[in-house]
C-alpha cells in the first residue's frame, strides 16, 4: 500500500492532467469551431449568387427641338404718315437678296413741297433774268459820254455816281437770288428723294408675307425669314449642367430615321418657361425651370420639324450598392476569371448618384451586391444584370 505521502501525491499527478486535458479539449473546441465558421461562411459565399454590372458612360441625354430659321426679320417701311404704298414689289414665299426692293410708297406731303419749290425756281430764275437785263441798261448808263460841252459837270458828276449805285445794287440783288435758286435746286435734289420711299431687303431670305391686317394703314404684314438654320432645343434645370457650347450633339428629325451632327452654340442663362415634373402630386405643384439651346448644323431641313436632340454624356455613374467604403476609402469587386478582387477608386456624390472619378476602365465587371462574406480573391458565381 502507498504512504499517505504517496496517495497525496497521486492526487496532484491526476489534477495536473485533468487539467492539461481539459485546455486542450478547449483548444480544440476553439479550432473546431473557428473551422465551422470559416466553413459556413464559404458554403454561404459559394451558395451566394452575386449581380455583376458593367461600368460603361452614362446614357446619352435625348432632348426635344424644332427646326427654326436662324433669323427673322420684321420688314419696317420707315415711311412718314404722309406716305402711300403705291406698290408691293415681292410675293409671299419669294426668294430675295439684300438690296431687293419689297415697297414703294408715294409722299403727297413731299409732292405738295416740291410744287412749291418748282415755283420758286421759276419767279427765281425770271427774277434772274430781270436783275441781268437791269445791270445790262445801267452799264450802259454809267458808260455813256456826255455830248453837251457847256453842260453841268456837278450834275453830270452826280448822275454817274447814281447810276454807278444803282449797278452795285443791281449786282447784290442777283447775286442774292442766284443762291435762292441754288438753294431751292438743293432743296428740290432732297424731296425727290423722298417723294418715292423704297423698302428694301437687309438680309437674304424668303418673303413672308401677311395682307390680311393691314386695313388701318394698307401696309402688309411682312417678314424675312433667314436662310441659314438653326435648331431650338431645350433642356430642364436637371440636365442643365450637362450642356457645354460647341459640344457635338446629334440631330434625328422624328419623322424619319435620318441622322445630322451638330454642335450646340448657345445656351440660355434665364429659364424660358416652367414645366410641371413627374412628381408633381408629391411635390406640391413645383415646377422644372426649362432653358433654350440652339444647335448649329450643316444639312438644310424644313422648318418647324420636330427633332429630338441626342446629347453624349462623359460622365460614369456606379451602382451605390457596389461601393464597399472602408477607412474613408471606396473599393468596388472586380470580377476576373469568377473570382473578386478588390479595388481602389474614386468617387464623387453629384445629384444623389455616385460617378466614378478614377480607379476603373470602361467595360470592367463588378459587382453590384457585395456583402460581408465576400472576400479579396474568393471565387464567385455570378449573375448579369
Do not use: C
Not at 210 to 222: E, K, V, Y
Not at 237 to 256: F, G, I
Not at 272 to 298: H, L, M, N, R
Not at 361 to 367: C, G, M, S
Request: no cysteine; hydrophobic share 35%; proline share 3%.
Amino acid at each position: 500500500m502507498l504512504s499517505k505521502q504517496g496517495q497525496s501525491w497521486m492526487k496532484k499527478l491526476f489534477r495536473g492532467r485533468f487539467w492539461i486535458i481539459l485546455g486542450v479539449l478547449l483548444v480544440l473546441g476553439v479550432i473546431v469551431a473557428v473551422g465551422l465558421v470559416k466553413a459556413n461562411n464559404q458554403r454561404a459565399a459559394q451558395k451566394q449568387q452575386y449581380q455583376t454590372y458593367q461600368v460603361k458612360r452614362d446614357s446619352a441625354l435625348l432632348l426635344k427641338g424644332k427646326v427654326a430659321a436662324k433669323d427673322t426679320v420684321a420688314v419696317e417701311t420707315g415711311v412718314s404718315s404722309t406716305g402711300t404704298l403705291t406698290a408691293i414689289n415681292v410675293k409671299n414665299g419669294e426668294h430675295v437678296d439684300p438690296g431687293t426692293v419689297l415697297m414703294t410708297f408715294h409722299d403727297d406731303q413731299v409732292q405738295s413741297q416740291i410744287d412749291e419749290a418748282n415755283q420758286t425756281v421759276a419767279k427765281t430764275e425770271l427774277a434772274i433774268q430781270n436783275d441781268q437785263q437791269a445791270i445790262t441798261a445801267l452799264k450802259k448808263q454809267s458808260n455813256q459820254p456826255t455830248t453837251e460841252v457847256t453842260g453841268d459837270t456837278d450834275s453830270s458828276v452826280a448822275d454817274s455816281g447814281a447810276a454807278t449805285e444803282q449797278l452795285q445794287q443791281a449786282r447784290n440783288t442777283l447775286a442774292a437770288d442766284q443762291l435762292t435758286l441754288q438753294q431751292t435746286n438743293d432743296s428740290l435734289t432732297r424731296l425727290q428723294a423722298k417723294l418715292d420711299p423704297q423698302v428694301t431687303a437687309k438680309i437674304a431670305g424668303t418673303i413672308a408675307l401677311d395682307t390680311t391686317n393691314n386695313s388701318n394703314t394698307g401696309i402688309p404684314d411682312m417678314q424675312i425669314i433667314s436662310d441659314g438654320q438653326i435648331i431650338d432645343g431645350q433642356v430642364t434645370e436637371y440636365d442643365y449642367a450637362k450642356l457645354k457650347q460647341e459640344l457635338a450633339v446629334t440631330v434625328m428629325p422624328v419623322s424619319n430615321t435620318d441622322h445630322y451632327q451638330g454642335k450646340i452654340v448657345t445656351i440660355d442663362q434665364t429659364p424660358q418657361a416652367a414645366t410641371p415634373t413627374t412628381s408633381t402630386a408629391q411635390t406640391g405643384g413645383s415646377e422644372a425651370a426649362t432653358y433654350q439651346f440652339t444647335v448649329k448644323i450643316d444639312h438644310k431641313l424644313t422648318n418647324g420639324f420636330n427633332v429630338q436632340i441626342r446629347v453624349p454624356q462623359n460622365t460614369i455613374r456606379l451602382p451605390a450598392a457596389s461601393l464597399v467604403k472602408k477607412a474613408g476609402t471606396h473599393y468596388v469587386y472586380v470580377v476576373k476569371k469568377h473570382k473578386a478582387y478588390r479595388q481602389k477608386v474614386v468617387v464623387k456624390k453629384v445629384d444623389g448618384y455616385w460617378h466614378l472619378m478614377s480607379g476603373l476602365q470602361l467595360k470592367t465587371t463588378i459587382i453590384t451586391n457585395p456583402d460581408h462574406h465576400l472576400k479579396n480573391g474568393q471565387e464567385v458565381t455570378v449573375n448579369a444584370d
